[in-house]
């Protein structure tokens, strides 16, 4: 008696290792054309889609920035302990006008759906008061401004290490938070 193996003729179809060898290229390209489906659709939110308009507002932005240092403006934002409101203090030197109205921007620096505008309304003596739509946590650009845009108080607040925040008043620090906030 002969040990001979006995091959069936069978297509190769039937047989384990040629789909266990397609199947690693097979999963590589599904996962490429389900990563270029995601690519495609979601919005990075990373970037503005009128960069080059933000870029020529700079000149005026500067000047809105040299004219809350010129009205002597600095402001204290305040989040309550449940993280439904949040309270500013806004002196000036002593011959300013606090407006009636501020506005109020809450810029996340990689989530754009999560941005917050605020009006805020004078509740007197500098304070103003306004209702969150969501409560801030991590890394928040913040800007702050009259209601006809005539000066403008920039910062970055980091609200899990700091319950308030103090806008700077220097050019320096205000035009680096804002060409920091502009990239996003």
Do not use: C
């Given at each position: 008696?002969k040990n001979t193996p006995?091959?069936?003729?069978?297509p190769?179809?039937?047989?384990p290792?040629?789909w266990?060898?397609?199947?690693?290229?097979f999963?590589?390209?599904?996962a490429?054309?389900?990563?270029?489906?995601?690519a495609i659709?979601?919005?990075?939110?990373l970037v503005?889609?009128?960069?080059?308009?933000?870029?020529?507002?700079?000149?005026?932005t500067?000047?809105?920035?040299?004219?809350a240092?010129r009205?002597?403006?600095?402001?204290e934002?305040?989040?309550?302990?449940?993280?439904?409101?949040?309270r500013?203090?806004?002196h000036?030197n002593p011959?300013?006008v606090l407006?009636?109205?501020l506005k109020l921007r809450l810029?996340h620096?990689?989530?754009?759906?999560v941005?917050?505008?605020?009006?805020?309304?004078?509740?007197?003596a500098g304070s103003?008061?306004?209702?969150?739509?969501?409560?801030?946590?991590?890394?928040w650009?913040v800007t702050?401004?009259?209601?006809?845009?005539e000066?403008?108080l920039?910062g970055?607040?980091?609200?899990v290490n700091d319950?308030?925040?103090?806008l700077?008043?220097?050019?320096n620090?205000a035009?680096?938070?804002y060409s920091?906030?502009k990239?996003?």
């Amino acid at each position: 008696m002969k040990n001979t193996p006995t091959y069936q003729n069978k297509p190769w179809y039937r047989f384990p290792w040629p789909w266990m060898l397609m199947a690693g290229p097979f999963i590589v390209i599904v996962a490429g054309v389900v990563t270029a489906y995601l690519a495609i659709r979601s919005n990075d939110g990373l970037v503005d889609e009128d960069y080059y308009k933000q870029g020529l507002a700079i000149n005026q932005t500067t000047a809105h920035i040299q004219n809350a240092i010129r009205l002597g403006l600095r402001a204290e934002l305040q989040q309550n302990d449940d993280g439904t409101r949040i309270r500013i203090l806004l002196h000036g030197n002593p011959s300013t006008v606090l407006p009636e109205v501020l506005k109020l921007r809450l810029a996340h620096p990689t989530r754009a759906g999560v941005d917050q505008n605020l009006i805020m309304r004078a509740d007197g003596a500098g304070s103003y008061s306004g209702k969150l739509s969501g409560r801030l946590d991590h890394r928040w650009h913040v800007t702050l401004e009259d209601e006809k845009s005539e000066w403008r108080l920039v910062g970055d607040w980091m609200v899990v290490n700091d319950k308030s925040l103090q806008l700077p008043v220097e050019l320096n620090a205000a035009l680096s938070t804002y060409s920091s906030d502009k990239g996003r």
